[in-house]
């Protein structure tokens, strides 16, 4: 039976004899490394000359080829021919005709006329006469909109429920009469166009809408968008919000308890046209 000593000893042994095999690769790879570096040091010349010129041959035909295509392309009725010696003794092209002066010659013909002068721009409409239009366009029927004057212009209200479902911001089919009569009577104005957007006194909490803040900017900017989208100067529009912030009547009674129609007057949307 070998003794575990006697194991270990012969462990050691091997391990002891097998480092030259390594030293033996590396010593073979430096000598195939140096035996390619002189293989490529000797250079043929003949070679080298013979590859040389089959590039240079290339490149003629190849430039050849690039002044036929030019060739082609020259304008019809003129030769390019570099051919005049600057100062400098470059050479620069001259273009030079190639048919009979005849063909140059301009035929006779009626004098050209001036263009015709632009009339007169028509002159924009007033903030009065805008008012008025506006109010020939909603009196007759002022449920859903009514103009009034304001000191510093006009302002048109659009009711809430004409406009907007309940906590919502998404324009109802009803609202596309009065919100397109609108457009049509601002289109090209160029006077100031303010959007507010107004709600009543009860409160609201959504996902899209944290409270009524964001509901009335919501409202207002989407009817600056409508009208927008029907050629109304969008450099002349500006959007506000006001929430509850700025009722027309009270959205309670002095018990403390909601009024219905009154809120409903609140939750609306102006537009005011100012200079």
């Known amino acids: 039976m070998i003794k575990l000593s006697e194991l270990r000893g012969r462990i050691r042994d091997e391990d002891e004899g097998t480092w030259f095999i390594t030293l033996a690769d590396l010593l073979t790879l430096l000598m195939a490394f140096f035996v390619l570096m002189l293989s490529v040091s000797n250079l043929d010349q003949e070679r080298y000359k013979k590859v040389a010129q089959s590039m240079e041959d290339a490149l003629k035909t190849e430039k050849a080829k690039r002044e036929a295509a030019q060739a082609q392309q020259k304008p019809m009725g003129f030769s390019l021919r570099q051919e005049t010696t600057s100062p400098t003794g470059q050479l620069y ?46 009196n007759k029927d002022n449920s859903g909109a009514q103009v009034e004057k304001r000191a510093a212009g006009y302002a ?6 004409v406009l907007f479902d309940r906590g919502s911001a998404d324009l109802t089919p ?31 909490q959504s996902f899209l809408y944290p409270s009524n803040w964001e509901l009335s900017a919501a409202r207002a900017s989407r009817v600056a968008r409508y009208l927008i989208d029907r050629a109304v100067p969008m450099n002349h529009i500006h959007v506000a919000g006001y929430a509850d912030t700025e009722p027309v009547a009270p959205n309670e009674n002095p018990q403390g308890q909601p009024l219905p129609e009154n809120q409903a ?4 949307v102006v537009v005011l046209i100012t200079p």
């Open 93 to 138: 092209p001259v273009i030079q005709p190639s048919l009979p002066p005849e063909v140059y010659r301009t035929p006779p013909g009626p004098a050209t006329q001036p263009p015709p002068e632009a009339g007169p721009q028509p002159k924009p409409k007033s903030i009065d006469e805008l008012g008025s239009e506006l109010g020939k366009l909603f």
């Open 265 to 268: 007057r609140n939750r609306r």
């Open 156 to 161: 048109v209200t659009l009711k809430g429920a």
């Open 174 to 204: 009803t609202s596309t009469p009065y919100l397109d009569s609108i457009a049509q009577t601002l289109r090209n104005t160029p006077y100031k166009i303010t959007v507010e957007g107004h709600t009543d006194d009860v409160p609201i």
